[in-house]
């Protein structure tokens, strides 16, 4: 996944109902779009927040149950 012009990659087995992870970034209008997108595809229910952690902006995302 590209956001920002940074390449991420995620590691989807692992990415259970109940975790998260952060993605720092500029754009996260966009940013939170393209991961909404990529989310739908594989079927994840998801929550995407725009946040400031460790004084870094980006998005942090949750899975959750359908």
């Not at 692992?14 to 975790?19: A, M």
């Not at 952060?22 to 946040?51: D, N, S, W």
Request: some cysteine.
């Amino acid at each position: 996944m590209k956001i920002d012009g940074v390449t991420y990659e995620i590691d989807w087995i692992e990415f259970r109902i109940g975790s998260s992870f952060f993605i720092p970034c500029v754009g996260v209008t966009a940013g939170k779009q393209l991961i909404e997108r990529k989310m739908k595809r594989l079927g994840f229910a998801v929550i995407v927040k725009i946040v400031i952690e460790d004084n870094v902006k980006g998005l942090r995302v949750w899975r959750k149950k359908k």
